[in-house]
C-alpha cells in the first residue's frame, strides 16, 4: 500500500466553536469541500460520533465517518472505502484573537490500479493541494459575517 501523509494549517480569526460547528454541519460541507469531494449523502449518528459523510462522484466514492470528537478542540474523521482510506485530524487550537486550524491526513491508496494511477497522477500533491482547498474555504465561511 502507498501511505500518504498531507498536513497543513491556517489562522482563522474567530473562536474555536463557531469553527467546530462549521466542521459538524456535514450539509454545509458542500459549500467549502473542494469539487472532486462534493457530499452526496449525510447519515447522521446521535451524538455526532459514527455519523458518515459518502463523498466523491462515480469512480471515486469514498465515505468518512466520525471516528472521535473533543469538542471544540479536534474532530478526527476515517475514510473507511474507496481507493484511500485513512484518518484526517483537524485541530482547532484558541491563539489570541482566533484559532489556529490545522488538518492532518495520514491516508493509504489500496488496490493495485488506484495504486499505479497514484503513482502517474502525484496522489501525495493531489491530497495535499485537497488540504490547503479545505483550510482555505473553512477559513472564508468561518470568517465571512
Not at 495504486?115 to 495535499?128: K, S, V
Amino acid at each position: 500500500m502507498e501511505r500518504i501523509v498531507a498536513n497543513g494549517g491556517c489562522w482563522v480569526a474567530c473562536e474555536p466553536l463557531p469553527i467546530f460547528d462549521i466542521l459538524c454541519d456535514f450539509e454545509g460541507w458542500r459549500t467549502w469541500w473542494p469539487a472532486e469531494l462534493r457530499v452526496r449523502k449525510v447519515e447522521m449518528a446521535a451524538g455526532i460520533t459514527g455519523s458518515a459523510v459518502h463523498l466523491g462522484a462515480r469512480r471515486r466514492k469514498t465515505v468518512c465517518r466520525v471516528e472521535a470528537m473533543d469538542p471544540p478542540h479536534a474532530l478526527t474523521l476515517r475514510r473507511t472505502s474507496g481507493p484511500v482510506r485513512g484518518r484526517m485530524l483537524w485541530r482547532l487550537e484558541p491563539q489570541e484573537g482566533g484559532t489556529l486550524v490545522t488538518l492532518s491526513m495520514d491516508l493509504e491508496i489500496t488496490g493495485f490500479l488506484p495504486r499505479l494511477l497514484a503513482g502517474l497522477t502525484n496522489a501525495q500533491a493531489a491530497e495535499q493541494r485537497r488540504v490547503g482547498q479545505m483550510l482555505h474555504g473553512l477559513k472564508r465561511l468561518a470568517e465571512t459575517p
